[in-house]
């Protein structure tokens, strides 16, 4: 089975600066998604950014990157100019067949704390 | 506006007593999730729908149970049996199928049930 493991269950950063949120995972998939989403404290879960397996380019969605590595199966998200707005509870996930479906297998999350 | 309706917010049960939580989608999309969040666990999946008339058990289903009778609604009902049921409720939905389907999940505000 699919595991997603996200090592940092908390992790704090100045306002404006730079902050990187790692992300692993377990398959013997070859063509897959990941994805990272956001809950702030409202709870509602939001997409931030999207990868597709083969795609060697690393995603980017203004302000959030993503470091792919595909061998080493690591996932992480850069989150740069970080503001007030982007303190949540961010999840990595991994897309994966289940039945004919498609299911999301979740880490556990890292809190992320914006200092001003 | 589209979107996932999740009804209510907030719920609190007595031990021994069944509940029902409401999901509602008008993004018309096909397949359906329910996934339970505690603290520091990530979202779990507890059952999914692909069509109408359809589900199937998810990584945590015992406990609970759900109806697909029509496209656009997925209620979930905590019964008794459910040992530990205080947490969070995610329903999500997607659209399933064809070239842009990547997997990805549009999720409801969320229902905190609490067990008293």
């Known amino acids: ?116 | 506006d589209g979107g996932i309706t999740q009804s209510p917010k907030y719920l609190f049960r007595k031990e021994g007593q069944n509940v029902t939580l409401s999901c509602e989608q008008n993004l018309n999309h096909d397949a359906m999730y329910w996934y339970r969040q505690d603290p520091g666990q990530g979202l779990r999946l507890i059952y999914y729908s692909q069509i109408v008339n359809d589900f199937q058990k998810g990584d945590i289903a015992e406990g609970y149970s759900v109806s697909r009778e029509k496209k656009e609604s997925f209620p979930l009902t905590v019964t008794s049996a459910q040992k530990n049921p205080t947490a969070f409720y995610l329903c999500a939905s997607r659209p399933s199928g064809g070239a842009g389907d990547t997997g990805e999940l549009f999720f409801g505000e969320g229902s905190r049930l609490t067990v008293l």
């Open chain 1, 1 to 116: 089975a699919q595991t997603v493991t996200q090592s940092q269950p908390e992790m704090s950063v100045q306002e404006a600066e730079t902050v990187t949120l790692s992300c692993t995972y377990d398959t013997s998939e070859s063509d897959y998604y990941l994805f990272w989403y956001k809950q702030p404290p409202s709870r509602q879960m939001i997409l931030v950014i999207r990868q597709e397996a083969y795609k060697q380019q690393n995603a980017t969605e203004n302000r959030f990157s993503v470091n792919f590595q595909k061998a080493a199966k690591s996932f992480s998200l850069k989150i740069s100019d970080s503001q007030l707005g982007d303190a949540a509870m961010y999840f990595c996930a991994y897309r994966s067949w289940i039945g004919s479906n498609y299911k999301l297998t979740f880490g556990k999350g890292t809190l992320l704390t914006v200092n001003p």
